[in-house]
T-cell receptor, first 119, second 113 residues
C-alpha cells in the first residue's frame, strides 16, 4: 500500500536550535503534502499545505518564518522548526495526497509522525 | 463554516463486543468522507473512504456507513479486539477549492480484556 515515511521519528533538541523533519512518499507521487501538529489528546491541527515547486500556504496563526516548509520534489517535503522553544514540543505529522493508491483516488496518506521535544 | 463533530468523545468496551462511532458534518459541497484509526504516538491510518454515492463500505471488521442526506456517517466495529484501542477520526473533504479536509476531534476507544 501507499507509504509515507517521516524522519526522524523522534528528536530532542535544545531551545534555540533548528530541527528539520523529512516527509517522503515512498511509492507514489504526492502533488500536495500537508503538515499537521498534534498536542496530547487533541485533534490534528493543519499547519500548512504545500504543492510541489511552489510556496507553502500556511494556516492562520502559523508563523511561516518559524516553520519553514520546502517541497522540492513530488516525493519529498521538509519542515524546519527554526529557533525551537519548549512550546514547540509536539507531535508533527505529515501527509501526502495521492491521486491513486490502494484506498482509491484522492486519499491522504499519513506519515508515522515525529515527536519533537525542546528542552 | 465546515465542521465535523464526532460522538462519543470516548468509549470503553469489553473485548469481543461491537460498537458504533458517529460522525456528523456540515461540509459543503461534499466530496468524500474518510475514517482513520490513530494509535497513540502514531500517524493516522486510513480505514475507509466513501464518496457521495456510496452508502456503506467495509474493511475487515470495520464497516462505515454514509447518509449524505442527513450528513451523518457511522463506523461500526465488530467483535472488538484489544488492538482496536485507538482514536478514530472522521475526515470530510469538500469538492473544488483548495481541498483542505475538515477533521473531527476523534473518538477515543478503549477495549478492555
Amino acid at each position: 500500500g501507499a507509504v509515507v515515511s517521516q524522519h526522524p521519528s523522534w528528536v530532542i533538541c535544545k531551545s534555540g536550535t533548528s530541527v528539520k523533519i523529512e516527509c517522503r512518499s515512498l511509492d507514489f507521487q504526492a502533488t500536495t503534502m500537508f503538515w499537521y501538529r498534534q498536542f496530547p489528546k487533541q485533534s490534528l491541527m493543519l499547519m500548512a499545505t504545500s504543492n510541489e515547486g511552489s510556496k507553502a500556504t500556511y494556516e492562520q496563526g502559523v508563523e511561516k518564518d518559524k516553520f519553514l516548509i520546502n517541497h522540492a520534489s513530488l516525493t519529498l517535503s521538509t519542515l524546519t522548526v527554526t529557533s525551537a522553544h519548549p512550546e514547540d514540543s509536539s507531535f508533527y505529522i505529515c501527509s501526502a495526497r495521492g491521486t491513486s493508491g490502494p484506498m482509491g483516488a484522492d486519499t491522504q496518506y499519513f506519515g508515522p509522525g515525529t515527536r519533537l521535544t525542546v528542552l | 463554516k465546515n465542521q465535523v463533530e464526532q460522538s462519543p468523545q470516548s468509549l470503553i468496551i469489553l473485548e469481543g463486543k461491537n460498537c458504533t462511532l458517529q460522525c456528523n458534518y456540515t461540509v459543503s459541497p461534499f466530496s468524500n468522507l474518510r475514517w482513520y484509526k490513530q494509535d497513540t504516538g502514531r500517524g493516522p491510518v486510513s480505514l475507509t473512504i466513501m464518496t457521495f454515492s456510496e452508502n456503506t463500505k467495509s474493511n475487515g471488521r470495520y464497516t462505515a456507513t454514509l447518509d449524505a442526506d442527513t450528513k451523518q456517517s457511522s463506523l461500526h466495529i465488530t467483535a472488538s479486539q484489544l488492538s482496536d484501542s485507538a482514536s478514530y477520526i472522521c475526515v470530510v473533504s469538500a469538492s473544488g477549492g483548495s481541498y483542505i479536509p475538515t477533521f473531527g476531534r476523534g473518538t477515543s476507544l478503549i477495549v478492555h480484556p
